[in-house]
C-alpha cells in the first residue's frame, strides 16, 4: 500500500485498458488466483470498487515474468497465489476513504486479522495506506508461495497485516517463514520482480510498462480482450 508520487497522465474513471495488458489466467492457467479485493476477506470487509471479477490483470511483460517465475517454482514443489494485480484507482480511492471513518463493534475481527497493533486512523499517516499505488500502473503483484497441493506455506504474517513484521527481511522472522521469504524474492527478483521492502509480498516488474500512468478501467476480463 506504500505511497508512490509523481502522477502524471491518471486516467479518469471508465477509462479502457489499453492493448498491452492481459489476463494471467490466459498466459498462465497454472498461477493460483485469490483475489482478496474482489471478496469479503480483506481489511475493508466487503468486495472493494472496481472489482468486477476474481481476476489477475496485468501489463503483457509483468504476465509474462510471472510464468518464468512459476517455471523455476513447480519444479522446487511451489506455486504461485496471487491475491492482487491490477488495481483501479477507484480502488485505492475506497480504501482512502475507509481508513478516514472509524471502527466498530463490528470491524475488531477484521482488526485483530489485519492490523491489531495500529489504529485505523494511523493507516495513512504512516504509511500502510496512500493516495496512489503502483498496482495501478499494470505491474504490481501481491504474490504468496503454496505447495502443489494448495496449502500455503509459512510466510510470518498474513497477507495485508499492517505491522513491520511484514518487513521482507524483519529480523524477528526466522527459519522456514523467512527461508520462504527469501525463496520468493528470489525466483521473483531472478525475472525482473522488485520486492517493496515493507511488503513481503509486492512486487513490480522493471521496466514497467506504464510507469507513469494510473488506471482505472474495472477489473474484468473483458476489458483486456480484443
Known sequence: MTAVVGVVGLLAGGAA????????????????????????????????DGYEEPECLLARPAAEALRR??????????????????????????????AGEEDGPQDMARKAEFYPRV???????????????????????DVTLVELSGREVDMGTAFDFFDPLSHTDDPRVTGAARANRQLLKRVLGGQGFVNLPEEW???????????????DFPVAVAEVRP
Do not use: M
Open 17 to 48: 485498458a489499453p492493448p498491452g495488458f492481459t489476463a494471467l489466467r490466459e498466459v498462465d492457467p497454472s498461477i493460483r488466483q485469490d483475489i482478496r479485493y474482489a471478496g469479503e476477506r480483506n481489511f475493508t470487509g466487503g468486495a472493494v
Open 69 to 98: 517465475a512459476q517455471r523455476v517454482l513447480l519444479r522446487r514443489g511451489y506455486s504461485l497465489r496471487v491475491y492482487d494485480c491490477y488495481r483501479p484507482q477507484r480502488a485505492v480511492d475506497r480504501f482512502v476513504r475507509w
Open 119 to 141: 489504529e485505523r486512523g494511523r493507516l495513512i499517516p504512516d504509511g500502510y495506506i496512500a493516495e496512489k499505488s503502483g498496482h495501478s500502473r499494470g505491474s504490481t503483484v
Open 201 to 215: 509480498w509486492h512486487f513490480t516488474y522493471r521496466p514497467e510498462a506504464y510507469p507513469d500512468t494510473y488506471f
